[in-house]
């Protein structure tokens, strides 16, 4: 669901004046507006949004979440609701859909809002549901990238980075436009909601935004040209699983030759559904690959918990 008009919905609890529009005659001059409600540009505005909508979920019995501060969720008797805030943006999901019809109703009379249908498209993220469970990729958002990075007519590569790169160990001249390098990977954090193979090729690349060399952006451009094989590549969330939780951890001792830290690798399963993934340095130094496996084996228990 999408609000009309979200930052003039806002309630003000400060005293914030104004000069006069324009067009606007006063018959005394010199004299300021006091705002009552909210205004687009205001820096109050965002907040104050929040603080209604949340208020307005509260009082029809959902609970925010400590973890997410944009997540609601709803439960009584046997019925589920979530809501998921952008914004002005909701995405609702729920269980039953006489309930959730009533949920939308009363968002109404709050709000002028607007129903835009079943999810299909948020925040370049695109879903599609049938029998087997909710797929989620992000193909406009992976072809954006391929044609900014002017790559739409290389050939694809068959693997994200080269087997045995020395990207660490690289002392050729430095870039000559860095920010080109640091817009392009930062797209490439934003990819891996859906691309968990791209975890490790990101992390790495990730490493080197203040000074990147030549080498590290050619790298880049490989990771471009291995998306350009398969731009629908995404997750898939089996409609069919049992509710457990499973998880994957490795460690690669001492990986980095300039610090000797160790590198910590974990993927976590709902069932057949994966959820969480993560490819990090860790902070100290190991003595032994029993060592690593054991810090690898601690984060990832942290996420489990």
Same mark, same amino acid.
């Given at each position: 669901?999408?609000?009309?008009?979200?930052?003039?919905?806002?309630?003000?609890?400060?005293?914030?004046?104004?000069?006069?529009?324009? =067009?606007?005659?006063?018959?005394?001059?010199?004299?300021?507006?006091? %705002?009552?409600?909210? %205004?687009?540009?205001?820096?109050?505005?965002?907040?104050?949004?929040?603080?209604?909508?949340?208020?307005?979920?509260? $009082?029809? +019995?959902?609970? !925010?979440?400590? $973890?997410?501060?944009? %997540?609601?969720?709803?439960?009584?008797?046997?019925?589920?609701?979530?809501? %998921?805030?952008? &914004?002005?943006?909701?995405? &609702?999901? +729920?269980?039953? =859909?006489?309930?959730?019809?009533?949920?939308?109703?009363?968002? @109404?009379?709050?709000?002028?809002?607007?129903?835009?249908?079943?999810?299909?498209?948020?925040?370049?993220?695109? =879903?599609?549901?049938?029998?087997?469970?909710?797929?989620?990729?992000?193909? /406009?958002?992976?072809?954006?990238?391929?044609?900014?990075? *002017?790559?739409?007519?290389?050939?694809?590569?068959?693997?994200?980075?080269?087997? @045995?790169?020395?990207?660490?160990?690289?002392?050729?001249?430095?870039?000559?436009?860095?920010?080109?390098?640091?817009?392009?990977? *930062?797209?490439?954090?934003?990819?891996? &909601?859906?691309?968990?193979?791209?975890?490790?090729?990101?992390?790495?690349?990730?490493?080197?935004?203040?000074?990147?060399?030549?080498?590290?952006?050619?790298?880049?451009?490989?990771?471009?040209?291995?998306?350009? +094989?398969?731009?629908?590549?995404?997750?898939?969330?089996?409609?069919?699983?049992?509710?457990?939780?499973?998880?994957?951890?490795?460690?690669?001792?001492?990986?980095?030759?300039?610090?000797?830290?160790?590198?910590?690798?974990?993927?976590?399963?709902? *069932? @057949?559904?994966?959820?969480?993934? /993560?490819?990090?340095? !860790?902070?100290?130094?190991?003595?032994?690959?029993?060592?690593?496996?054991?810090?690898?084996?601690?984060?990832?228990?942290?996420?489990?918990?």
């Amino acid at each position: 669901m999408d609000v009309h008009n979200v930052f003039l919905q806002g309630e003000l609890d400060e005293k914030v004046y104004m000069h006069m529009p324009p =067009g606007f005659t006063s018959p005394t001059p010199g004299k300021v507006c006091r %705002l009552q409600k909210s %205004l687009y540009g205001l820096r109050q505005a965002p907040r104050c949004w929040f603080a209604k909508l949340a208020a307005a979920l509260t $009082s029809y +019995g959902f609970k !925010q979440s400590y $973890s997410d501060y944009s %997540l609601f969720t709803y439960e009584a008797q046997h019925i589920q609701l979530n809501v %998921l805030v952008y &914004i002005d943006d909701l995405v &609702i999901s +729920g269980n039953d =859909g006489t309930t959730m019809q009533q949920f939308k109703d009363y968002l @109404n009379r709050c709000f002028h809002m607007k129903d835009l249908g079943k999810l299909k498209y948020f925040l370049g993220i695109e =879903g599609a549901r049938n029998s087997d469970g909710i797929f989620l990729c992000q193909r /406009k958002y992976t072809l954006d990238i391929i044609s900014k990075a *002017g790559l739409l007519g290389a050939k694809p590569a068959g693997t994200p980075l080269e087997q @045995n790169h020395k990207l660490t160990l690289v002392a050729n001249s430095d870039l000559r436009d860095p920010g080109q390098h640091k817009c392009l990977v *930062g797209r490439l954090i934003y990819l891996m &909601i859906t691309q968990p193979e791209l975890s490790y090729c990101v992390h790495m690349l990730a490493q080197f935004m203040q000074q990147p060399k030549d080498e590290h952006w050619e790298a880049t451009l490989r990771v471009v040209r291995y998306l350009k +094989g398969n731009p629908r590549q995404g997750i898939l969330l089996h409609s069919d699983y049992d509710l457990k939780l499973y998880a994957y951890c490795d460690s690669n001792w001492a990986s980095c030759p300039l610090t000797r830290r160790s590198l910590t690798g974990y993927f976590i399963l709902l *069932g @057949n559904s994966p959820i969480s993934w /993560k490819t990090k340095k !860790q902070h100290t130094m190991s003595r032994s690959s029993t060592e690593a496996e054991y810090r690898s084996m601690a984060t990832t228990t942290c996420e489990l918990k």
